[in-house]
């Protein structure tokens, strides 16, 4: 009896340490991210925020992975600027937490918003602008923004521009971009990848990056290499291409028989 009260009690008292422990470094972060002027109603902290779910679950595709038992992130920043990027990466490498950024959270394996040791997720949902320019024929695209934006900004500006991405205007441009791209313009136009000329990227040591001051290597990674193994990817600068005024689309379905 003696035994079993001792391994309850050591049981308990390891519990509430780690439980501390964890408790510790979110506070640590966020003070951290706060001494870096990320506003604390940016910052949505799990167990502690009423919206903390409702945010998390606005981006989850991947119904797989918003259950009870999936591990949620400590806290969630709602970057509205490039300084709250930087803050994040900053903050997270200061105290050994790992960052997942999120863009639309498409996912297959949810790799935007789930992990198996403590993290907090950036959701970049905030950095949506798509800034078409006509007359040279390129846009900047910023990485929370999704595919029906863009082309739905594209064709206000222009009927005969385009840009050669994917069919489902529900996948955001952080990881389509960064994964490659295809689409039904590809025979023509190759992948979304090869239709990218720069970028705004912030690197490990909070860098603001361009295509020049990143490196040709970088920039032929960020572009189908998936965009967190390397930085932060804030926007992309892309070619558009030509299109015609009127498109004719039709449907054919098959069965077995």
């Given at each position: 009896m003696l035994k079993i009260s001792i391994f309850i009690f050591v049981t308990i008292l390891a519990t509430i340490c780690q439980s501390n422990g964890h408790n510790t470094i979110e506070n640590a972060l966020i003070k951290c991210l706060?001494?870096?002027q990320v506003p604390s109603s940016l910052i949505f902290e799990r167990g502690i925020n009423s919206s903390f779910s409702?945010?998390?679950q606005?981006?989850?595709?991947?119904?797989?992975?918003?259950?009870?038992t999936t591990r949620k992130p400590l806290f969630i920043v709602t970057a509205t600027n490039v300084s709250h990027i930087q803050a994040s990466i900053l903050?997270?490498?200061?105290?050994?937490?790992?960052?997942?950024?999120r863009s639309g959270g498409h996912d297959f394996e949810g790799l935007s918003y789930v992990s198996i040791v403590p993290f907090f997720v950036v959701d970049m949902f905030n950095l949506r602008s798509?800034?078409?320019?006509?007359?040279?024929?390129t846009a900047w695209v910023q990485a929370g923004a999704i595919l029906g934006e863009v082309?739905?900004?594209i064709g206000n500006?222009?009927?005969?521009?385009?840009?050669?991405?994917?069919?489902?205007?529900?996948?955001?441009?952080?990881?389509?971009?960064?994964?490659?791209?295809y689409g039904n313009m590809m025979r023509k136009y190759g992948l979304l990848s090869d239709n990218i000329i720069d970028a705004i990227i912030v690197d490990v040591n909070g860098r603001i990056?361009?295509?020049?001051?990143?490196?040709?290597?970088?920039f032929w990674a960020i572009r189908g290499g998936g965009g967190a193994s390397f930085c932060v990817i804030v926007s992309y600068k892309i070619k558009l291409v030509h299109v015609p005024e009127k498109v004719t689309v039709f449907r054919v379905s098959r069965t077995l028989d």
């Open positions: 706060n001494n870096h409702m945010v998390l606005s981006y989850i595709r991947n119904l797989r992975f918003n259950t009870s903050c997270a490498k200061e105290y050994g937490i790992q960052i997942k950024v798509v800034d078409v320019d006509v007359e040279n024929e082309y739905y900004k500006k222009s009927k005969t521009l385009g840009f050669p991405a994917g069919v489902c205007p529900t996948v955001g441009v952080g990881g389509h971009f960064t994964g490659g791209g990056l361009d295509r020049k001051s990143m490196g040709e290597d970088l």
